[in-house]
């Protein structure tokens, strides 16, 4: 298994690592939770390019109809976080926020360093009547 994102740096270590070596090392200083709505759930089928979420996992109402996508970026752990998007809402649809917690693979320009950091992304997860 190959860690997310190639961006042509090139890790300077003092020893090279295998890659279960060094996810061995990030789960060690990170906690890893179950993904339900995410792209990875093995519940997941993909129908036109499209994914279709868990069973449970509920979408918008008629008069706030949103639905699920996907926020997908290579360098980042988890790759895939799911929100929600609503391109038909109205004015009295009221986004509902969640901040994500992640892992971002950077990279040093000057010493070619690759190394990981913390990110909070925040995403709307759901769109509620708000009259």
């Not at 090392?25 to 519940?43: D, P, T, Y």
């Not at 069973?55 to 790759?79: F, L, M, Q, Y």
């Amino acid at each position: 298994m190959s860690l997310p994102g190639s961006s042509g740096c090139s890790a300077r270590r003092g020893r090279n690592f295998t890659d279960s070596q060094l996810l061995q090392r990030i789960r060690q200083q990170f906690m890893f939770v179950e993904n339900k709505l995410g792209a990875h759930s093995s519940n997941n089928t993909h129908i036109n390019g499209r994914i279709n979420f868990v069973s449970g996992a509920k979408e918008g109402t008629t008069r706030c109809p949103w639905s699920w996508a996907v926020d997908e970026d290579a360098n980042r752990i988890p790759r895939y976080l799911a929100k929600a998007v609503c391109p038909k809402c109205n004015h009295y649809c009221r986004a509902v926020f969640y901040t994500h917690n992640s892992l971002v693979q950077r990279c040093d320009r000057k010493t070619g360093i690759i190394y990981w950091t913390r990110m909070e992304r925040t995403l709307q997860i759901a769109y509620v009547y708000d009259y």
